[in-house]
């Protein structure tokens, strides 16, 4: 299919490329412009996949920011609001390097000619379909090769994007969630797990721990990513999932949490120098919340003192100890860590 012909089905709204990711990926001009370079020198770009929902749109799979990036330059892109992207001007390039600053506009100087214009959107580029018979999962097997320059995604980074193909409105919730200031608080992370996104895997654990049954998770799964991917969207079609009513509690338990144990929320305590140090570990996460918002209205009853030295005796404890071992595989931990939390922290 032509580019010109791409241009024309998302001018009618034919083809959805969720503007929302434009947030999560981003190409910096640089990597932009290298893309209009390869289509005008017509080197052959990876093919595009859709998905054909029921309506006829096509929604994209595979090949956002490629869509993303040709849709800018010629001036049509549009944000999750509805409000048009500012074009960007090209950077100089090693083959073509005649087309710095240029612009796809040709009313000035610095824009494209007609005949430059012509070539660029009679450029093909294959584009494979998979109708809206097909088994919906081939959709999120297809997504997780999604092109986003060469960059590999983390799991949680696909993650987001099959929530938001799913429900955006919850994958905002859940963003704002990773986003509060009291959570932000608790959990200290470097600047590389940061860009991984986290912040909002944890917000994903805490969720799947809270709601799905954790007796079964050790039957139907073998990947811990893929219990993820797999429970969190079931977690979006659940009727009773009240998205403001479960950021509040969200925001009423990490104020708690944070009032009472801080940035060393998650932190192993070392009775030896007698002070929580090192990295937010995620084990610790999982038994500490899960626990807590298990009990919440119990542990709010008594001294935080009490709660503090509770935390601080949970290093100690052994059934703990041996679920962090490295012979224990990653969704028996999980799973082990939602069980003792809520068992630990009760009456």
Known sequence: MSIGELINLYRDEELDIHPQFQRLFRWNDYQKTKLIESIMLNIPLPSIFVSQNDEGVWDVVDGVQRLSTIFQFVGILKDEDGKPVPPFRL???????????????????????????????????????????????????????????GSQLSPQEVRNCLMIMTDSLFYDNINAMANDDAFRNTTPISDRKSDEQFRLELVTRYLVGKYSQ???????????????????????????????????????????????????AFKRYKKENEK?????????????????????????????????????KMYSEEKFEAMLGKGVKSIDRFVKLSDFGKKYFSK
């Open 214 to 264: 954790l007796e079964s998770l050790t039957k139907n799964y073998k990947d811990i990513n893929n219990l993820l991917d797999e429970e969190i969207l079931k977690i979006v079609e659940l009727e009773e999932f009240d998205k403001e009513m479960e950021y509040k509690k969200f925001k009423d338990l990490f104020i708690f949490i944070d009032d009472v144990l801080g940035e060393n």
């Open 91 to 149: 950077q100089e390039t090693k083959y073509i390097p005649e087309f710095k600053d240029k612009q796809w506009n040709s009313e000035d100087t610095d824009g494209f000619s007609r005949d430059l214009q012509l070539d660029f959107k009679r450029t093909k580029l294959s584009i494979n379909i998979v109708k809206k018979e097909s088994d919906p999962s081939t959709k999120y097997e297809l997504f997780q090769r999604l092109n986003t320059g």
């Open 276 to 312: 929580f140090g090192g990295a937010c570990l995620t084990s610790s996460f999982q038994a500490i919340t899960i626990g807590i918002e298990e009990n919440f209205e119990y542990l709010k009853s008594i001294e935080k003192e009490e709660i503090v030295q509770k935390v601080k």
